[in-house]
């Protein structure tokens, strides 16, 4: 999706910071159609906006906002009890020529500024940490970070709420948690507050438990899961308007297949459905209905006769679904006709794993059908064959170099590892990239980290990020990473060629 940057300041700066999240809030309250996100940085505002919009229009609507008198939100104080007993306290003290004691005390007795959140949910950057005790991020990141620690790198601090990888230096424990998306009020910090850490004692809190989105008992039971898959999920159209949050987009990583699955049934676009990756679950049909698979990755086999993707077909009670792997793609979606009932967090009845809202499916779970309807089964839309090599077009990003551009379109690039956060890609000679103050990170960025390894960054990313972005993956060729197994390769294009 399209969208611009705001910029409020070159360095973090509270009160420019406090103008920038008055007119997020001001544009959230005032939602313009086709506007799908408005993302706070420390410096900057992002806004995000529909293929369908024009920037004209969008951006008249930013404007007569920030032209208008925009009170900043009342500060509220929050206090967090920290039990300072983090794996990295003596190292920060010896490396600032400091005592722990006093550590603790340099830490504690300031009052934070929550610049924005994003990296997971819920996760608040806070600033600005006192000179004497900043230190860079860590040479080499964590690849786990419990949840609750207490952490700080350079002028920034900040509570891991989840496990998760980070890079910064762990101070201590926070006594309650941050984020839990079973709360009323799943945020416990937000912009604009002003925080101080206080010395304390007491238990670690558990991880906050998973929010549960499948109804236990569904109205209208369809298939019950008798074998999982390899990752199956009730996607709808994603979770919008809620990355100032820190929540992923989630929904389709190929909006394209699940649009046509949907309309196969008579389902408008965005109905919930199943994502299946690589693999599928197997089926018992509980009531007559009719399906559609559309996709790559599996192919569905009803009662031992395969049916072809892009096709709707009727089950009835007794039957058997599986699925079976075929030689290209990734993933497929199933919808029934009525859509999957679903709970809804935030307005989506999207699963984001990472931030424990929702899950994926397991043997025993009872997948519903929300509205019964009956429609005639047999509509057909064959899909394209994947191209083995794809050629992705590029788009400027924010920190748009001419030398990254060429270097990303040089030769073709192989998929390393790929999740629904994003897809890392080996290049044999580096791409110009580096550290930036962390700003939001728009569906399809190339991030590149200092090493010149680029990543592209997919629906379940975090929403702000420290990493230059040169290049945008043009939106209609997404799609075609979400096909992309690792080893494959693909070819950048730049959109001016």
Known sequence: MPGFYLPF??????????????LARALLNDPLPGVSDVVPGYVNLYVEYGDGSAEAAVRAWVERH???????????????????????????????????AEVVELHSRATYHVYALGFTPGFAFMGDVDERLRLPRRAAPRKQVPAHRVAMAAGQ??????????????????????????????????????????????????VPERLELLPPEPRHPLLRVEEPGLLDLVVDA???????????RSGPLDPRSARLANALVGNPPGTP????????????????????????GVEAVLDGEAVPSGQSFAV????????????????????????????RFLGSASVDLRGLVGRALRAGDVLGVAEPRAVRPGFRHP?????PRPRVRLLPGPQFSREALEALCARALEVGTAD????????????????????ATPLGAVQVPPGGQPIVLLNDRGTLGGYAKPALVHPADLPHLAQLRPGQQLRFVSRER
């Open 273 to 296: 459905l199943l994502e299946l990756n690589l693999t599928g679950p197997v089926f018992s049909v509980l009531r007559p209905a009719v399906l559609a698979l559309a996709g790559y």
């Open 420 to 439: 629904r956060m994003g897809m890392r890609l080996a290049a044999r000679h580096e791409v110009p990239g580096g550290e930036v103050v962390s700003e």
């Open 316 to 343: 009835r009670p007794g039957q058997t679904l599986r699925f079976r792997p075929t030689p290209q793609g990734v993933r497929a979606y199933l919808a029934a006709a009525g859509g999957l009932e679903s709970g």
């Open 238 to 248: 994603g979770r919008f308007r809620a990355g100032r949050f820190g929540l992923a």
């Open 157 to 206: 601090t900040g509570v891991y709420p989840l496990p998760s990888p980070g890079g910064w230096h762990l101070l201590g424990t926070a006594l309650e948690a941050v984020y839990d998306p079973r709360r009323a009020e799943p945020f416990r910090l937000q912009p604009g507050d002003r925080v101080r850490f206080r010395p304390a004692d007491g238990p670690t809190p558990p």
């Open 383 to 387: 899909q394209p064959e994947l191209p």
């Open 9 to 22: 300041a070159q360095k973090p700066d509270p009160a420019a910071n406090a103008r920038l999240q008055a």
């Open 66 to 100: 920030a032209g208008a008198v925009l009170e900043p939100a009342p500060s509220r104080r929050v206090e967090v009890g920290v039990r300072y007993d983090g794996e990295d306290l003596e190292e920060v003290a010896r490396r600032t020529g400091l005592s722990v």
